[in-house]
């Protein structure tokens, strides 16, 4: 089982921009497709983006995908999330998720998580 860790999390002006960072340790990052989700307060989680386990193809939420980018570093067995723009509307817990079932597309498949990280934005 992989075990995920996230990082970066903090509290940001409307506007800014924020990297997150997951580190995978326990098994090698590109057998696992890769995603961001995240939980706003009195909310369900939700899917923020994903990466195809070489990093050739992404796929990022409809309403994200002008502002967020995804990518990542098998050789340092790393996961990033670049916000821009953000919102007051981005506050939450975002967590880190792997997937060692099947394509970075199939959000039920993400299986191993991390403790998240917490993202604030105030106006």
């Known amino acids: 089982q992989v075990q995920l860790v996230e990082s970066g999390g903090a509290k940001v002006q409307s506007g800014d921009s924020l990297s997150l960072s997951c580190t995978a340790s326990?098994?090698?990052?590109?057998?696992?497709?890769m995603g961001w989700f995240r939980q706003a307060p009195g909310k369900e989680r939700e899917f923020v983006a994903s990466?195809?386990?070489?990093?050739?193809?992404?796929l990022i939420a409809d309403s994200l995908k002008d502002r967020f980018t995804i990518s990542r570093d098998n050789a340092k067995n790393t996961v990033q999330l670049l916000m821009n723009s953000l919102k007051p509307q981005d506050t939450a817990v975002y967590y880190c998720?792997?997937?060692?079932?099947?394509?970075?597309?199939?959000?039920?498949?993400?299986?191993?998580w991390g403790q998240g990280t917490q993202v604030t934005v105030s106006s």
């Open positions: 998720a792997a997937n060692g079932r099947s394509n970075y597309f199939n959000r039920a498949d993400f299986d191993s």
């Open positions: 326990g098994r090698t990052l590109s057998t696992y497709a």
């Open positions: 990466i195809s386990r070489g990093g050739r193809s992404t």
